[in-house]
């Protein structure tokens, strides 16, 4: 018959796209998710933009410098909350590690090498299946304020360039204005904006939830309100429930995000992984509501039109672990928000506000590894998980091919 059997951990977009490969390269797949339905979680409402040429490692020689003022939590947007564990402490040293200069620019090049491949894999799956997520090329402006965030700005993108084939353009506040009219309120304040014409945009809870549709038309199971408990690999994998429910397969594939390590803690291996904290809200666009994706620098804040609705994320909490909205720290993203761009949403309509973890690892690349007999982990996007999903789904194909 050919094939393996294949159960995929996590049902967000991760999860949902290497479900969608592995079917397309002709494996059976069983989808298990603690949620009652895929996209609940981290990709229930994250920022939405599918940045394939903005893949700057979260660890850079910037962020060290920084590291005083965050420990203070002195910066509204970006906090740290230190832990007194093992874990945190190796996670810590090997993110300092990360924040050379030749150790950021080496892995933000891996980064747009992944997401390049992202960006085909999942044009690719959304021909065969013909997906519907409010899929769109809108483009994307990042917005500075200063001379001197603008000036190291244009340095990384001809970096970029110069490493892989991007194209990010140096606009005057002029020129951004004729790409963006309705950046006309704050035109004033912008000292100047990189474009990249061709990114995309896409909600990705109906990404998940058009995959789910496509899988079980197929007759493939996507199961919900399943926490595993745990993952034995000693002969054929097997995932397990806290009731003692077991899956049988022949490969496991982790996409479980920030709960990965502790499934990878109990077949040896340790995955370093820390939650970072994020928030978003979505609401009915304003009276100058953008069109392209928007990135205001200074205030930490993005913007995605989605439809009808806008999406707005920002706020960054390293080691915070609670899912739930702390509505002072929403008020802060939505006063950033309002500061950032005044005109860009209704901000007395709110209709969701969201928190989620994004499982970031000390270099921002994903973990795409075989960690024990049988078992592939394919997590730890960090905040890039919407825009690294096909990518990295196909890598995991690739690797069952190769070692199968």
Known sequence: MGGQDIIVIGAGV???ATALTLFDRGHRVTVLDAEPAPGRGTSFANGAQLSYAYTDALASPGVRRQLPQLLLALDPAFRLKPQIDADFIR??????????????????VAGLTLASES????????????????HATPGKLHLYRTPQSFAAARSLAAAKAAAVSVVQQALTPD??????????????????????????????QLFCLAARDALVRAGQEVIGNIAIDRIEADGDPRAIAPS??????????????????????????????????????????GTAAPTVSITDVANRVVFCRLGDRMRIAGLAELGNRDRTVDPARLATLVSSARDALPGAADYGRIETSWAGLRPMTPDSLPITRVIAQGVIANTGHGGLGWTYAAGSARRVAQLMERDG
């Open 91 to 108: 996670w810590g040293l090997a993110f300092l590690r990360n924040t050379s200069s030749d150790a950021f620019m080496r892995n933000t």
């Open 119 to 134: 960006r085909d894999a999942l044009h690719a799956l959304i021909a065969r299946h013909g997906l519907r997520f409010d």
């Open 244 to 285: 003692g429910q077991t899956w049988r397969a022949d490969c496991i594939v982790l996409c479980a995000g920030a709960q990965s390590p502790r499934l990878a803690r109990a077949l040896g291996t340790s995955l370093p992984i820390q939650p970072v904290k994020g928030y978003s809200i979505t609401a009915p666009p």
């Open 14 to 16: 991760v999860g949902m």
């Open 175 to 204: 020129e951004a204005l004729a790409v963006e009219p309705a950046l006309a309120p704050i035109g004033d304040r912008i000292i100047g904006a990189l474009h990249t014409p061709d990114e995309e945009s896409g909600d990705p």
